[in-house]
């Protein structure tokens, strides 16, 4: 008798359907498999994070009465193993939707008894489909049909036991530096999630794109690794709507469950396309003919393309892997209109230092910016970095913290000093002429669109 929990990107106690079930039937053994597969890809700052909150985790379910085993391993082998060692009778785990997840998943239910709970989304992705049984591809009709079938959202506590076999054995959790910015644990996650929607949501709509102000909740990680449930965020978020003065918060909600959708609707794409991953979802442009310049490609890396806005981001990620979401449009449009380097060059840079880094959000997001995803902006869209820093950034002060080199600058010179000729010691000129780049790309890619009418 007994279950397995086996978690993935539940890393939490609350809003956990998958534990909730696995309850049903105790005792519970909670598993976190570390696969090499996995480990290996992953960058050291998002591994950190992750052990960090494997040990929060541990210490919640210690508090429980429990305790989580940890295993290296391939995951059908050790929870193979697992099964005898315990005699439990069923694994679940939560539903997880990347291509390599669903694999792991199929291999494991191919001769385990292992049941998928889905609970990290609003709506399954099977379950959010047009009436012709095809998925979405367009962002609004997408919405209006996950709002239509979104199942109500209960609160489900953390419980206050978790029966657990003991003496099984665990490998030790790798200890992972702490991060003040983004400390671990589900605690540090809800708090957050408070904090933001008492001061911040109110103003939402209005901020969350300005880069030199803290308007955005700063969730992402935990999103990502599900130390917050989507579920129990958009819960809260609309309690705190009835609230008495609730309705003030009215605009800035309805915009951040917007951006919420934004994310399932990304993990929905790669869930029916994943070829997406690695291939333009408009074929169109296949034939556009990147660039792919290496040395500007390093500029862009590290920050030295003599836009201050665009260095500023790229300084910022490479710092704390983490930036604004505007800060990684410009970015993006940068590199692939503005330099017309390859979008999974980008793709990859980012998710390689992203503590949020995450295949479908990532690539869905790279390939919006790079004209190539199924709900992109027209191709000759082509965001000019120095309107979008004085009009996001109008103070300078995004750039003065992360381009040092330009501190002193005032905020009429700071996002093109080299229009009024400023001295900024050791700082570069623009590695490209914007107008020129504009022309550049919308050249390529229309040639890309005419090539496949020949
Ligand atoms: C080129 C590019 C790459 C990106 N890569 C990632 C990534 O790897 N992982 C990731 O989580 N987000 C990614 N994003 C989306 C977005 O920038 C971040 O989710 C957001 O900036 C995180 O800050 P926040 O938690 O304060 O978000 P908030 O503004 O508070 O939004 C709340 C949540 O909504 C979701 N969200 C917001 N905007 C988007 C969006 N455009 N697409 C999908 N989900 C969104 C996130 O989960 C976020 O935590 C990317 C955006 C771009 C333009």
């Known amino acids: 008798m007994g279950s397995i929990w086996w978690i993935r990107r539940d890393l939490r106690l609350r809003d956990n359907l998958t534990l909730q079930k696995a309850l049903e039937t105790p005792p519970v053994l909670p598993v976190f498999i570390l696969d090499p597969l996995l480990l290996k890809n992953a960058p050291e700052r998002r591994l950190n994070f992750l052990f960090q909150n494997l040990h929060s985790l541990n210490k919640d379910l210690q508090s429980r009465g429990s305790n989580l085993v940890v295993r290296t391993g391939k995951p059908a082998e050790i929870l193979e193993s697992l099964l005898k060692e315990t005699s439990a009778d069923q694994i679940l785990a939560e539903e997880d939707f990347t291509p390599y997840a669903r694999m792991r998943s199929v291999l494991a239910g191919s001769f385990l008894p292992l049941k998928l709970v889905q609970g990290q989304l609003g709506t399954h992705p099977l379950e959010s489909l047009k009436s012709s049984g095809k998925p979405y591809r367009v962002f609004g009709p997408f919405k209006k049909n996950w709002l239509a079938h979104i199942q109500s959202f209960e609160s489900i506590p953390a419980p206050a036991l978790v029966p657990t076999l003991q003496d099984i054995d665990s490998d030790g959790i790798p200890m992972g530096g702490a991060d003040d910015l983004f400390p671990a644990g589900e605690e540090a996650a809800y708090k957050r999630l408070e904090i933001f929607l008492r001061k911040k949501v109110e103003f939402y709509h209005l901020t969350r794109d300005r880069m030199d102000l803290d308007g955005s909740s700063n969730l992402s990680p935990y999103f990502r690794f ?229």
């Open 226 to 454: 599900g130390v917050i449930g989507l579920r129990s965020a958009i819960f809260r978020s609309l309690e705190i709507l009835k609230d008495e003065n609730g309705r003030k918060n009215l605009l800035g909600i309805d915009a951040w469950l917007n951006d919420l959708i934004w994310r399932e609707y990304h993990i929905h794409i790669m869930y029916h396309f994943p070829e997406s991953r690695t291939q333009n979802f408009r074929s169109v442009y296949d034939g556009l003919l990147w660039i792919n310049d290496q040395s500007d490609f390093q500029a862009w890396k590290v920050g030295r393309t003599g836009y201050p806005v665009v260095d500023a981001a790229m300084r910022q990620l490479n710092t704390i892997g983490w930036i604004p979401r505007q800060s990684r449009n410009i970015a993006a449009s940068f590199l692939v209109k503005g330099l017309l380097i390859d979008w999974r060059w980008g793709e990859k840079w980012f998710r390689d230092r992203l503590l949020d880094g995450d295949l479908a959000v990532n690539v869905g997001n790279w390939q919006r910016a790079a004209g190539t995803g199924p709900d992109a902006a027209p191709f000759d869209r082509i965001l000019n970095p120095t309107r979008q820093s004085k009009k996001y950034d109008p103070t300078g002060n995004y750039i003065r913290k992360w381009v040092p080199e330009l501190a002193e600058l005032d905020k009429d010179v700071i996002h093109g000093p080299w229009q009024k000729r400023a001295k900024a010691a050791g700082y570069p000129k623009p590695i490209i002429d914007h107008k020129f780049a504009t022309e550049r790309a919308v050249a390529a890619y229309q040639a890309a669109k005419d090539l496949i009418k020949l």
